[in-house]
Nanobody, 123 residues
Framework: QVQLVESGGGLVQAGGSLRLSCAASGRTFGSYVMGWFRQAPGKERDFVAGISRNGVTIYYADSVKGRFTISRDNAKNTVYLQMNSLKPEDTAVYYC????????????????WGQGTQVTVSS
């Protein structure tokens, strides 16, 4: 089992940047694929980015391609989401997730979730 704790959220103006971090407990972080999802008020939880165990395979939602970058440091048990050129529509609670199967864009393929961190982008 793995526990996930997100950090780095906050309030930023449109066009600004934030870097989210997700720290995982345990010594098996490298055996999990990792993903970032987000949920805006009244909306479903949407896929943002996913990364394979070795960081080679990466997926992005079309809405964030070219602006967001997912990365991981297995030595530090941490996955990151660098968010640039933020837009008001990026406002949401951002969740990281760990999966035991394969890199996926589907939330139900992930087994463990963090508590989320709020990102608010003002116009």
């Amino acid at each position: 089992q793995v526990q996930l704790v997100e950090s780095g959220g906050g309030l930023v103006q449109a066009g600004g940047s934030l870097r989210l971090s997700c720290a995982a407990s345990g010594r098996t972080f490298g055996s999990y694929v990792m993903g970032w999802f987000r949920q805006a008020p009244g909306k479903e939880r949407d896929f943002v980015a996913g990364i394979s165990r070795n960081g080679v395979t990466i997926y992005y939602a079309d809405s964030v391609k070219g602006r967001f970058t997912i990365s991981r440091d297995n030595a530090k048990n941490t996955v990151y989401l660098q968010m640039n050129s933020l837009k008001p529509e990026d406002t949401a609670v951002y969740y990281c997730a760990a999966g035991r199967s394969y890199t996926s864009i589907r939330s139900y393929d992930y087994d463990y979730w963090g508590q989320g961190t709020q990102v608010t982008v003002s116009s």
